[in-house]
């Protein structure tokens, strides 16, 4: 049985952080618990929430932009020429509900960052457009989202530690899927 490591790992003090206290108190109450996943996934969450909210901030001044209004844009942007994909495709690749897609394409359309017309391959199907001003717009928010998260990374990792961290993520994920 893994044994429990105050801190979860970590040197309780300066470096002593809300996910070890967490852990700590498990500890406390269920010392046969090993908690060394609750640690890294607990990180990996909160983590993940405070870079979202970053990169909302950044997204911000490009229309008042959400995040997820940019991944519909950015899907586009990625698809390359012509940025072209039909709604179904859209929600198949962000992973949300028809009808989260459709209040996004809603949005999007009203503010003149991309077009609906009608597929000319299949009379009941759509193809979602991205318009000159939704490039432009998405290729000048990408760079302020990537702008926050390389701070981020900078801050607290060498290039290396940031390598290793994304080789260790991916096999995490990989292990997971």
Same mark, same amino acid.
């Given at each position: 049985?893994?044994?429990?490591?105050?801190?979860?790992?970590?040197?309780?003090?300066?470096?002593?952080?809300?996910?070890?206290?967490?852990?700590?108190?498990?500890?406390?109450?269920?010392?046969?618990?090993?908690?060394?996943?609750?640690?890294?996934?607990?990180?990996?969450?909160?983590?993940?929430?405070?870079?979202?909210?970053?990169?909302?901030?950044?997204?911000?001044?490009?229309?008042?932009?959400?995040?997820?209004?940019?991944?519909?844009?950015?899907?586009?942007?990625?698809?390359?020429?012509?940025?072209?994909?039909?709604?179904?495709?859209?929600?198949?690749?962000?992973?949300?509900?028809?009808?989260?897609?459709?209040?996004?394409?809603?949005?999007?359309?009203?503010?003149?960052?991309?077009?609906?017309?009608?597929?000319?391959?299949?009379?009941?199907?759509?193809?979602?457009?991205?318009? #000159?001003?939704?490039?432009?717009?998405?290729?000048?928010?990408?760079?302020?989202?990537?702008?926050?998260?390389?701070?981020?990374? #900078?801050?607290?990792?060498?290039? #290396?530690?940031?390598?290793?961290?994304?080789?260790?993520?991916?096999?995490?994920?990989?292990?997971?899927?």
């Amino acid at each position: 049985m893994e044994k429990h490591i105050p801190g979860a790992g970590h040197v309780p003090g300066p470096g002593h952080d809300a996910v070890d206290a967490i852990t700590d108190q498990w500890f406390a109450v269920r010392p046969d618990l090993a908690t060394l996943p609750m640690a890294v996934f607990g990180r990996i969450y909160r983590l993940a929430a405070a870079m979202r909210a970053q990169v909302d901030k950044a997204y911000a001044p490009y229309g008042g932009m959400s995040l997820g209004e940019f991944d519909v844009l950015a899907t586009l942007r990625r698809s390359g020429e012509p940025y072209t994909l039909s709604p179904r495709e859209l929600t198949a690749t962000l992973m949300i509900t028809t009808g989260g897609m459709t209040g996004r394409l809603d949005k999007l359309e009203k503010a003149g960052l991309l077009t609906r017309s009608p597929d000319p391959n299949d009379r009941r199907g759509l193809r979602v457009t991205l318009t #000159e001003e939704g490039r432009s717009l998405v290729d000048q928010a990408v760079g302020a989202g990537l702008e926050r998260q390389r701070a981020a990374l #900078e801050a607290a990792l060498t290039p #290396e530690e940031a390598h290793q961290l994304n080789d260790l993520l991916r096999k995490l994920l990989a292990a997971t899927a």
